[in-house]
């Protein structure tokens, strides 16, 4: 039995994780999963089967780091393009914006 990297205390166990990008499934991959603290860990080949599953499924790479620039009175945060064609949005369109927690930001997209 292997033991847990990250708690120590744990010790490793083959399961199925199901594995999810950005609110999108990416379905179930072999890993090893501690049943102490839950933490899994996946080999090489897992990892790039789901990157070519999140290829597959245009997620890849959606995320990015931006800068909030000031606009009138109010902040504003660009959607960079690939994001903005991924949900279909475009200039004119409402969506309904509210803060989830302290730490993000939800943009509904209707
Ligand atoms: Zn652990």
Do not use: H, Q
Request: hydrophobic letters at 35%; aromatic letters at 6%.
């Amino acid at each position: 039995m292997t033991k847990c990297p990250i708690c120590e205390k744990g010790t490793l166990k083959k399961a199925k994780v199901d594995e999810e990008m950005f609110g999108m499934s990416l379905g179930k991959y072999d890993a090893d999963v501690c049943g102490k603290c839950g933490e899994s860990f996946m080999s090489e080949a897992e990892m790039e089967r789901m990157e070519a599953k999140a290829k597959e499924l245009g997620i890849w790479g959606l995320g990015k780091r931006i800068k909030v620039v000031r606009s009138g009175n109010s902040l504003s945060v660009r959607i960079p393009a690939k994001i903005a064609e991924y949900l279909d949005l475009s200039e004119g369109k409402n969506v309904f914006l509210y803060p989830d927690g302290k730490n993000r930001i939800v943009v509904e997209v209707a």
